[in-house]
Nanobody, 125 residues
Framework: QVQLVESGGGLVQAGGSLRLSCATS????????MGWFRQAPGKEREFVAA???????????SYADSVKGRFTISRDNAKNTVYLQMNSLKSEDTAIYYC???????????????WGQGTQVTVSS
């Protein structure tokens, strides 16, 4: 059974940092794109960042404009884990953050096939 389990969320002051982790199990995702999404109260889920699978030869990462320069996505395939380093956090970053995996390798894919349960990030101003 495939599982994606997020951790690392919490309460942080504006300007602070958090690192989210997404541990995967049940299959190997090293060749697949992995992504982070978020959903704020009363809003639709939105894309945050994605990283390519190892078989992809194009650009390795993709970011939403709202987080470029502040968030960094990375992966450790040996640990089956994807990370989201979030710096210079703002109150508008408050949301539930979800990890997702695609059956493809391209980080700009719109097809995401597996989802985690989410982790809450709250940024106080």
């Amino acid at each position: 059974q495939v599982q994606l389990v997020e951790s690392g969320g919490g309460l942080v002051q504006a300007g602070g940092s958090l690192r989210l982790s997404c541990a995967t199990s049940g299959r190997t995702f090293s060749g697949n794109a992995m992504g982070w999404f978020r959903q704020a109260p009363g809003k639709e889920r939105e894309f945050v960042a994605a990283i390519a699978g190892v078989v992809w030869s194009g650009p390795m990462t993709s970011y939403a404009d709202s987080v470029k320069g502040r968030f960094t996505i990375s992966r450790d395939n040996a640990k089956n884990t994807v990370y989201l380093q979030m710096n210079s956090l703002k109150s508008e970053d408050t949301a539930i953050y979800y990890c997702a995996a695609s059956l493809g390798a391209v980080p700009t894919t719109r097809s995401w096939d597996y989802w985690g349960q989410g982790t809450q990030v709250t940024v106080s101003s």
